[in-house]
């Protein structure tokens, strides 16, 4: 009978990905050696650790920064209280709730691509509805506020929240072919131009307080602005109001809405004695939320 050695199965060490040169210096040099990258890859490791160790004690880390951050962004705050009388006053701090669900916030951590240095602005979730810093907006005055501090029907006025960088102030520019601020959600022939936050307050930031009724805007003018009831919020330069679209946008909150500038209204056509005008979408639709 012939003689058959035994089988022998060498099973591969995941661990030896390693280069030629590495595994030919390996046993034929000592740890000082740098031919074979040994004690390089040693000493790389050691410094690595330390450096992720002393970032770690410091709260350095990225993963530390982004959670300070969170944390700071969504730190609860005390809104205005009711007041007596249901009006908004100038200096009130409150939350801009739309009709759809949730709530204009800034996300100061995500610049906005434009010619002007600004910051995302987005509509919450529901569930992200609540009072907390990137959520309270102040009510501004432009020049002096009236004696009496009432926010009035066609008054302008700013809209101004804080964040680790400063003040913001809520703007939006007209959309051209030369500054390009169109919203993602424009579709067909609407017009629908970015909303973002900036530093620096200009013509561009004036906001004004409208009725949702048009045929109620004449009996309406000058009237104070009553607190968490639904109003339309105009932009003075573009003349469009404040929209809260679906589409969704990634901030590092998760997954929140696109606010944009566009007046949803319905197409009618007039007619001699008649007056067929209707209101504005809901998605036009906000009110200034107080506290409980």
Known sequence: MRFQPPSVTFAMNPQLHYTPQQQMGYGGYSVPCRVGNWAEDEYLG??????????????TLSTQQIGNMISRATAPVTLASPPEDGFVRFGDALMISAAQGGALALNAYKKFESAQEGYVVSRTKPE????????????????????????????????KTECDAGDMYLQSLRYNVANMNYASSISDARRKSAVFAVKTPGTEAAWEVAVIEPLASLVCAGQPVLANTFIALKHCSSQTNLSAEATEILTKFGLEHEVAVFTESSLARAKWGSRDSTAVGVTNHWAFTTGA
Do not use: K, N
């Open 46 to 59: 050691v410094l690595q650790t330390s450096e992720h160790v002393s970032r770690s004690a410091s709260g």
């Open 128 to 159: 992200g509805a609540f009072p907390c810093a990137r959520t309270c907006w102040t009510v501004c005055p432009i020049g002096e506020a009236p004696p009496d501090g009432l926010l009035r029907v066609g008054m302008r006025f700013y809209l």
